[in-house]
Structures are given as C-alpha cells and as structure tokens.
C-alpha cells in the first residue's frame, strides 16, 4: 500500500496542526495506523499509533496530552492533531501501516511508511 502524509508546515510555537495520511486508492480499514517523526540530527522515534478497529491508541510520553491520533469513518484517512506545539516537535512526521495483527503499544513491525511532511515549529 502507498502511503501519502500531508498538513505539515510552519508553525509558531503553542501553535496547531493536523496532518493527514491517506492510502492511495485503498481503505485503511485492516491497517493498524502509526506516526513517527524524524527531527534533524536524530533517530526516527514513535509518536502515536491507532488500532485498525480505531478503538485503542497509543502515545509516546512526550506527545501525550498534545497530540491526538483518529481514523474517519470511511477509513481513508487517518488523522494526527497537534496542538501546545513546542520547538523540540520540529521533524519529518511519517506515517505507517501495519498489517500484523499486535497490541497498539507494539511500535515497530510496521510494513508501510509514507514519504514524510515536514513540521517546523519557530520560537
């Protein structure tokens, strides 16, 4: 499956956004759904996942609380809103899919990665 990811940008710090993943020309529905972020100079690190059911999320500590991870209805998209930005969430965020059936906390083993969208957040 293709991943596509969009929504990033520029943004100043406490600031929104949301980014969006979609499959081209496919459902989501049998994927669990994860979003990870490269920041500059660092290793890819886990920054939320969804479970192909939509009925269990899953969040790195440094996210929690800021950062919400859905599906829409149709399973086309899924969605990561971020909100309280802080300089420090500045990074390529990809998206992936997972198509092995483990608990929502499980976050490797994903099959299917995006390209990535940038998000830099200015001071």
């Known amino acids: 499956v293709q991943l596509q990811a969009s929504g990033g940008g520029l943004v100043q710090v406490g600031g929104s956004l949301r980014l969006s993943c979609a499959a081209s020309?496919?459902?989501?529905?049998?994927?669990?759904m994860g979003w990870f972020r490269r920041a500059p100079g660092k290793e890819r690190e886990f920054v939320a996942a969804i479970r192909r059911s939509g009925g269990s999320t899953y969040y790195a500590d440094s996210v929690k609380g800021r950062f919400t991870i859905s599906r829409d209805s149709a399973q086309k998209l899924v969605y990561l809103q971020m909100n309280s930005l802080k300089p420090e969430d500045t990074a390529v965020y990809y998206c992936?899919?997972?198509?092995?059936?483990?608990?929502?906390?499980?976050?490797?083993?994903?099959?299917?990665w995006g390209q990535g969208t940038l998000v830099t957040v200015s001071s």
């Open positions: 992936a899919a997972r198509r092995r059936d483990f608990p929502v906390l499980v976050t490797t083993y994903y099959d299917y």
């Open positions: 020309g496919r459902t989501l529905s049998i994927y669990d």
